[in-house]
């Protein structure tokens, strides 16, 4: 997880450095040739469109764990893509295949990231830019049936996006999430530093996770507090669904951001002061909430300013959680005010079959 690639493509000339950061994110995911071959296609359409019609952007590469977004146990790589652009006004026209356009929005090739990816979903408003999420995974068997923009599984979903300061190898957030029956947990880590030593504490945070499924928030943290002791230690913050009664509680210590929404409201929830593997506080607070099938929660590392405004946008509650962390991120800075940390955001949203608007 904590292996970024972020390569900023404001000219022609990035487009193959995003099709051989896609080639060597597969490698180390161990994708076949095939899946390997859509990702590199994947990435250079997104890429190519970036600047032809957008102006430029952004392409973050990160490797999903096995339990990203639809806990289905496969690893494989997301590729998001991020601009400030003049947006797509028919998006629904620019995902078929062989779509072109003559205007100055983000559009040609959709069709075929859509059709190549394992999981593909957009999210774009005119005059504001536009997000794409692609994930590439095993290649599927032959006759099984592409995914589409909004095709998800029942019950609550979880995703996110990863970036590292200044462009840096690794980034020392992390995250992840794991289900247990009805039980979802979201876990979000940032360990101290940058480089190499702070992704060690926070993979060691994520690991611990997939070995302690369904144990309570503030529980987890004692667990991960002993299992991060040789490390630099983190910051972490825990979120966990009970999908059976609809109630979500939080624990955190360090400085992670978590922002509810609920019925069109968003409210903070708040970390206990500490660092999970180094200085543990002596309680930890557990807040619980109602979960609805209008809510959302989003998690942050301090990578992203602590006044950034939260998503008011009602079509984000139909997408991708990953594409809701990418928006997140991206809205959160600008080439006037870049993210002077690693950054990384998480989303939990709730089952899309729930009747939301």
Known sequence: MSRVWDI??????????????????????????????????V???????????ASGGRIVIN????????????????????????????????????HTTASSS??????????????????SRPGRGTVAVARIRPARPPGAPSPGPAHFPTGARAGGIVTSLAYAEHSGDAFAWVR?????????????????????????AVEELHRCAGVPPAELLRRLHTALRTTRGAAVGVAQLDESTGRLSFAGVGNIGARLRTEDAWRPLISHPGIVGAHFPATVPVRHSCWRPDSLLVLHSDGL?????????????????????????RDAGSAARPLRDDASVAVLAPDPSDGRP
Do not use: M, Y
């Open 63 to 98: 490797l999903t764990g096995p339990c990203d977004t639809r806990g289905e146990g496969v690893p494989g790589v997301q590729i998001t893509s991020l601009d400030h652009g003049p947006g797509i006004g028919n998006v629904q026209a620019a995902l078929r295949d062989g």
């Open 305 to 329: 300013p602590s006044r950034w405004a939260p998503p008011h946008d009602p079509q984000l509650l139909g997408h991708d959680p990953a594409v809701t962390a990418a928006v997140v991120l």
């Open 180 to 204: 247990s029956g009805s039980t979802v947990t979201l876990l979000l880590a940032d360990g101290l530093g940058h480089g190499g030593k702070a992704a060690e504490a926070s993979t060691a």
């Open 43 to 53: 990435g250079t359409e997104l890429a190519t469109n970036l600047v032809k019609h």
């Open 106 to 123: 983000l559009g040609a090739g959709l069709g075929t990231c859509l059709r190549v990816s394992s999981d593909f979903d957009l999210h």
């Open 8 to 41: 900023p493509v404001q000219d022609s000339t990035r487009v193959r450095d995003v099709r051989v950061a896609a080639e060597a994110a597969c490698a180390r995911t161990g994708l076949d040739a095939h899946s390997t071959a859509g990702a590199a296609l």
